[in-house]
């Protein structure tokens, strides 16, 4: 296998790279306000289409993790690890129609602030220093990582001078504010998906010409279903099927995505409801739009959220059936690195197999994400920071200028730190279930924190606290205690201990009365538009003949 691009492949990019940058400096010369308005900055208040909004949501959550780690999934575990995406899309309707309205019609622009007016300040600056750790050390660090790590591959150039070029990149979008980033958004989720459509055709042609006859993307498919049939199901049972850990051994394929139980326990809604409903830099995108055109848009990620597995799994699952079939000694060997299965290389190494011309245009779809899902995180780290942060402890009397000025400060340091610890993540052996497991100790304790402080007006901040803290201490606990206990299970029995827990304190704290800085709550703001209703219909519908299909 030959590292590195053509010279067609860098033109393919470098328009690419053009387009993208001409139009986000237009952007930010032509829409919107001109002043240094931090709001515009943070929010690209009232400024996004639907369109715009979907987009976004879409480029911030498919980035690297999904194109490298997803698809190394795929490798590991089959079709399964799908439910992220699938479910994923179902979760995005939830939110629209009972998150968002709590959102805009209590004026929350971010979800600190959302804790500092339903419970305190205390919890509020807690969970902000909190998710600022979190969203570097752990979001922003593990894109770089995986983007640097699929960029190395393809190009040969060192992993370091690509997570460079891509932090860089990112930064120059970032720096534009929302506004700018919504908005380049649109052309990077349409070169992220044709891009990765067009890499997922080739795999199946590659499949069907290294193990088969050659004749086509039909045959592809055929060939995962005979000599893959282990990796077509949605459910697994314990013991069923052991897979590749990324580190020498083997692991219960139930582990990692635990059948049945990861929906009647929670863990699964758990995971996704926290991922899209709590999450600063999913959220964002729509808190700066009125109630229907954020519906319209969140809707429109639902339906891209439901085209991912054909992206980021498929591949994943022609590159399995290449190397068990020993079909490719490049493949094998790039998959295998010092006699370890590495599954995260399944992408990066089956990219280096497509013609020249169609490498660059994947190449420009991989970057395009990673680089939309930097910006977006990003973004958010900053917005948290300055008005959750700066603004309340270390200077109340900001200018807009300063603000703005401030707020692409942080986005520089968030990035330089994230750029530095981002090689220590080569010592973990699948990178996506590393994102999956360690946000899974926060994740629990936070939702229960947001659907009490919607819905229940007798929560109190101290509950908030205890659930909080218990999320973390809990998870370990049981992870020290019960290694074998799927984690994905895991969330969804501390997500129930933390809320009885939270509910309890409350009860007892509150006296059962309701407290004063509770939100108001109205029917009619749950009441969706007639289109709506039918979008969100699909979606399920999808869901369900998926399930049906493949369990």
């Known amino acids: 296998m030959t590292l590195g691009l053509e010279t067609l492949d860098y033109i393919i990019f470098l328009i690419y790279f053009i387009i993208v940058s001409s139009y986000g400096y237009w952007i930010y010369k032509n829409k919107g306000k001109q002043s240094a308005d931090s709001k515009d900055f943070f929010l690209a208040e009232g400024s996004l289409t639907w369109w715009a909004i979907g987009a976004s949501i879409i480029a911030s959550n498919i980035s690297a993790e999904q194109f490298i780690g997803m698809s190394g999934q795929a490798f590991q575990l089959g079709i399964a690890i799908s439910v992220y995406e699938l479910l994923g899309g179902v979760s995005l309707l939830i939110v629209a129609v009972y ?28 969970m902000a220093v909190f998710w600022l750790f979190l969203y570097i050390f752990v979001n922003l660090t593990s894109i770089i990582y995986l983007g640097g790590l699929s960029l190395e591959k393809m190009t040969g150039f060192s992993f370091m001078n690509c997570a460079i070029f ?13 506004k700018v980033i919504g908005y380049t958004d649109v052309i990077q989720v349409v070169c992220l998906i044709f891009g990765g459509l067009a890499t997922t055709y080739l795999a199946l042609e590659l499949l069907s010409n290294k193990v088969g006859t050659g004749a086509g993307v039909f045959e592809g498919m055929n060939l995962i279903a005979q000599k893959a049939n282990g990796h077509l199901h949605m459910i697994f049972k314990p013991d069923e099927y052991q897979v590749h850990d990324g580190k020498g051994g083997f692991i219960d394929a139930y582990r990692q995505v635990p059948g049945i139980m990861m929906f009647i326990i929670g863990g699964q809604w758990v995971n996704n409801l926290n991922y899209f409903g709590c999450n600063q830099y999913i959220t964002q995108r729509a808190l700066g739009a009125d109630i229907s055109t954020a519906r319209k848009g969140v809707l429109f990620a639902a339906f891209m959220k439901m085209l991912m597995p054909i992206i980021v799994v498929l591949p994943g699952l022609a590159a399995y ?5 020993n079909a490719d ?12 299965v590495k599954p995260d290389n399944a992408y990066p190494v089956l990219l280096n197999l497509l013609p020249i011309g169609l490498k660059g245009l994947a190449f420009a779809a991989l970057t395009a994400a990673i680089v939309a899902s930097l910006a977006g995180k990003a973004n958010s780290i900053s917005t948290i920071y300055v008005l959750d942060i700066h603004k309340k402890f270390f200077n109340k009397n900001l200018t807009e200028k300063q603000t703005v000025w401030t707020g692409r400060v942080v986005i520089i340091i968030a990035f330089i730190i994230a750029l530095i610890v981002s090689p220590l993540l080569a010592n973990f052996g699948q990178a996506f279930e590393y994102i999956q497991v360690y946000t899974g100790y926060v994740s629990p304790g936070i939702l229960s924190i947001f659907l009490l402080g919607f819905f229940w007006k007798k929560a109190t901040a101290n509950g908030a606290l205890s659930a909080a803290v218990l999320s973390i201490v809990l998870s370990a606990i049981i992870e020290s205690l019960y290694p ?26 509150g006296k059962g009365k ?28 999808i869901f369900v003949v998926i399930y049906t299909v493949f369990w």
């Open 484 to 509: 074998e206990f799927p984690f994905m299970n895991r969330m969804g029995v501390v997500f129930w201990i933390c809320s009885l827990v939270h509910i309890t304190i409350s009860l007892i704290e």
């Open 514 to 541: 309701n407290q004063p800085n509770a939100f108001e709550v109205k029917k009619e703001w749950f009441k969706v538009e007639t289109p709506f209703a039918i979008g969100a219909l699909l979606v399920i519908g």
């Open 321 to 325: 059936v290449i190397f068990q079939e």
């Open 166 to 178: 891509l932090t860089i990149f990112a930064v120059i979008i970032t720096l534009g504010g929302m």
């Open 99 to 126: 998150f968002l309205p709590m959102y805009l019609n209590n004026k929350i622009f971010t979800m600190p602030q959302f804790l500092a007016k339903r419970y305190n300040t205390r919890l509020s600056t807690i």
């Open 329 to 340: 000694s490049s493949i094998v060997n790039g998959i295998t690195q010092n006699g370890i």
